[in-house]
């Protein structure tokens, strides 16, 4: 049977990152898409401009509408940076018993901007992590969430392991901030797990947070154990970097479609 795959995150009106890029990854995976939009943003390859939230009652209206009728395999949590909107999905997916929820910490951009204020970030890491199945964050988004300094793989051993003891789930560290090989570390019950893949020489990586989040998602709706899911999530994610896509003037999108036999 079709599975159903739910998002939880910003738009990203150009389509590369945020709740488009998930909808793709979720289709390239065959499987069915469903979106509750947390904010609106203005935003290309170059930039974003301007950021308009969603309510909390409009995010809790659409849980409710999406649990009330179809009920979603896995769940990816993006961008959320009001405190209300961040309790209200607690709220929701625990009287929901939810499953499968794959947390995204979106706290840094790329650039090393923050993206939420600190409250927000104690309320998303006690509300949101303790109903994860997986946490991804990045390595800025890690620093911060375990108070060390992050320079080397061994560094986001370190790290993953005071976050996993911290919080009590699975965390995937992202390496992409790095240099050489796109280096993961997965902390889980299991021990620690890392995973590399050859880092491609392409610089449009807009949407590589969201689209792993989203496709490790697609991979727990089908069941896999969580390092399959890593590691497949990372296997789809290379090959859509690797499609070469070059859209944009500036850091440009991925081609999400390549697993459909869809090329540029
Ligand atoms: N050039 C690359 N080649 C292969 N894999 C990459 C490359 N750049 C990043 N990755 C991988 O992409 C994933 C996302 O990592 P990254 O550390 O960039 O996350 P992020 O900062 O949250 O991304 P985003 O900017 O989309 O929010 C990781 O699995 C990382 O290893
Ligand atoms: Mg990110």
Do not use: W
């Amino acid at each position: 049977m079709l599975k159903k795959v739910l998002t939880i995150a910003g738009s990203d009106c150009s389509g590369g990152a945020g709740i488009q890029a998930d909808l793709k990854t979720i289709t390239a995976h065959k499987m069915y898409g469903m979106a509750a939009i947390t904010a609106l943003t203005a935003q290309n390859t170059m930039g974003v401009s301007m950021i308009e939230q969603s309510s909390p009652a409009m995010v809790e209206a659409q849980l409710d509408s999406i649990f009330a009728d179809i009920a979603p395999d896995a769940i990816k949590i993006g961008m959320v940076s009001q405190i209300a909107t961040i309790r209200v999905i607690k709220e929701k997916l625990v009287s929901y018993q939810a499953k499968n929820i794959v947390v995204d910490p979106v706290m840094v951009a790329t650039s090393g901007a923050d993206l939420i204020n600190e409250e927000a970030v104690s309320v998303l890491s006690q509300e949101l992590f303790s109903i994860a199945s997986l946490i991804t964050p990045n390595l800025f988004e890690a620093q911060k969430l375990s108070g060390i300094a992050i320079r080397d793989v061994a560094d986001m051993k370190t790290a993953a392991k005071m976050i996993f003891d911290r919080h009590g789930c699975p965390v995937l560290i992202k390496g992409g901030h790095l240099e050489g090989k796109a280096t993961d570390v997965l902390c889980h019950q299991g021990g620690i797990d890392t995973f590399e893949a050859t880092r491609i020489d392409n610089d449009n990586t807009h949407g590589t947070g969201c689209t792993l989040s989203s496709a490790i998602a697609c991979n727990l709706a089908k069941g896999m154990a969580l390092e399959e899911a890593v590691a497949k999530g990372k296997e789809y994610l290379s090959g859509a970097i690797a499609a070469n896509l070059n859209l944009g003037l500036g850091r440009g999108p991925l081609n999400h479609m390549y697993a459909l036999g869809i090329e540029d």
